[in-house]
């Protein structure tokens, strides 16, 4: 048996039909992370006794004969910026690194409530800054396919660690592209859904307009049954609503896919190009309809992202003060006021990303600057939306690329923020529009995964669901 060839289901199968105890696949999944991690770095931290504990509790179950759901026993990983009770929660942040989560996050106890076993918390760029898994204060994540590389980002480790098979499905969040971005580079699938479909309720706040709370897995009924078992209304999460569209065509030959031209435009790696295009000639000869739309507003949407991210980030970064969450110099000799306390605490745990962002979004609010930045930005993001809907009334999905490149090397854009915020260049207006997009595995350039986008109209996801999987498996 194979960690790699296991899906949810067949895991299901295996347990209850006792062909292997679930403590036994607990301990292989615990062994492959004891092995791989210290290379990876996908872990921050591992529940190895509390998993296995609960894993033979699951074997007692099954052995009286008692039905177990399908998500019982499934080994599931939790980006380290969603909380788990009692458990670290650090953000990939030295400021919250002695941070210890009162309370689940919706979508944990959800989970733990269908009895899947919360196996550890995984890496991720700081406050899920980052585009590559190299922002986080714990060290870089690598990308498992080739260790040079990186895995994407922000939820760097929880793709890692599905590519790894150190876990078959993880969490992750995306705000302008971390669930799929990552998925894309680490050859596996990341689902972001509709904004308000999923509580954020227990997710450490990036951009709460924009942030959206998904799963990585590697193959889209897993993505599917961790969707479905985490979503819906919550009264703890006053933007989540439980409501959903009909699925109207079943086959692909009822559905039209729109390619929206800009997104094939300059910037794309040629290869990557190509491998999209084949992907788009195998859905026309299996009968979908093929048709190119325009999104206009696309050049502007980089920059709007980063307008309205920026300003939320300095928002809800402004809690880590030394006061009230996470460390503190207070009390140390650098400190002599109230003021040093927050000066110097900030100054010491914070990384030179999220200041970063924190400066530009303070700058983007300020008096005399928010009308010329902050204002016309939302403005912005309207026009964005707006595009999506006229597209929408033409076509069923979008399909793009993921991201425009292959994986790049570890260090290659450290140096240059800018290159490094194009790699969200082709995920970001799905969250300014706040729509449902999958992240598909689309082939390989030399060796390295590449990944094709599908987007959908708002709560359209069952439809989008049931055609990536139509999709997926015409390439696979
Ligand atoms: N890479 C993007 C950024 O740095 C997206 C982050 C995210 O989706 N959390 O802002």
């Known amino acids: 048996m194979e960690l790699s060839s296991l899906s949810i289901r067949e895991i299901h199968r295996l347990i209850t039909k006792k062909e292997i105890s679930t403590q036994e696949l607990v301990e292989r999944y615990l062994k492959k992370i004891e092995k791989e991690n210290p290379e990876i770095n996908a872990f921050l931290e591992v529940f190895k006794e509390e998993s296995i504990k609960q894993a033979q509790e699951i074997d007692r ?76 204060a714990y060290g870089a994540t690598r990308n498992p396919k080739n260790l040079e590389y990186v895995p994407g980002g922000s939820s760097s480790g929880s793709a890692a660690a599905v590519a790894a098979n150190m876990v078959p499905v993880a969490l ?176 010491e745990f914070l990384g030179e990303e999220v200041k970063r962002r924190i400066m530009l979004g303070t700058y983007c609010l300020s008096v005399g600057y928010y009308d010329a930045y902050y204002l016309q930005a939302q403005k912005v993001r309207t026009l964005i939306k707006e595009d999506f809907e006229r597209a929408f009334q033409k076509v069923d999905f979008l399909l793009t690329p993921t991201s425009p490149t292959p994986p790049f090397k570890l260090g290659e854009r450290l140096e240059n923020p800018l290159t490094m915020y194009m790699a969200d260049i082709l995920t970001a207006s799905v969250n300014l529009a706040g729509l449902p997009a999958i992240s598909l595995s689309a082939g390989e350039v030399d060796k390295l995964p590449v990944g094709l986008q599908l987007i959908g109209p708002a709560f359209s996801e069952n439809f989008l669901l049931s055609i990536a999987q139509l999709a997926q498996r015409i390439w696979t």
């Open 61 to 136: 179950k099954i052995q009286k004969g008692e039905e177990i759901s399908i998500l019982e026993g499934i080994p599931v990983a939790i980006k380290d910026n969603i909380l788990v009770a009692d458990k670290r929660c650090t953000a990939g942040s030295k400021i919250l690194e002695n941070y210890i989560a009162p309370y689940d996050a919706t979508v944990v106890r959800k989970l733990k409530e269908k009895g899947a076993i919360v196996v550890g918390k995984t890496n991720l760029d700081e406050f899920a800054i980052g585009s590559s898994g190299e922002f986080s």
């Open 172 to 347: 992750g969040s995306d705000t302008g592209g971390s669930v799929r971005q990552p998925a894309s580079f680490c050859g596996i699938i990341g689902f972001k859904p509709t904004y308000g479909l999923v509580s954020r309720f227990g997710l450490i706040a990036m951009s709460s307009s924009l942030d959206q709370i998904g799963p990585l897995g590697k193959n889209v009924e897993d993505v599917k049954i961790i969707y479905e078992a985490i979503k819906g209304e919550d009264e703890m999460d006053s933007t989540t609503v439980s409501f959903l569209q009909k699925q109207t065509k079943e086959r692909l030959e009822e559905v039209k896919i729109g390619i929206p031209k800009e997104y094939f435009a300059r910037g794309i790696n040629p290869k990557v190009k190509e491998i999209i295009e084949d992907r788009i000639k195998d859905l026309e000869l299996s009968g979908a309809s093929i048709e190119e739309v325009s999104l206009p507003h696309t050049d502007y949407a980089l920059a709007t992202y980063y307008i309205v991210m920026t300003a939320e980030v300095s928002s809800n970064l402004a809690r880590y003060d030394g006061i009230k969450y996470g460390k503190s110099l207070s009390g140390s000799d650098r400190v002599q006021n109230l003021l040093d306390v927050y000066l110097e605490t900030r100054k």
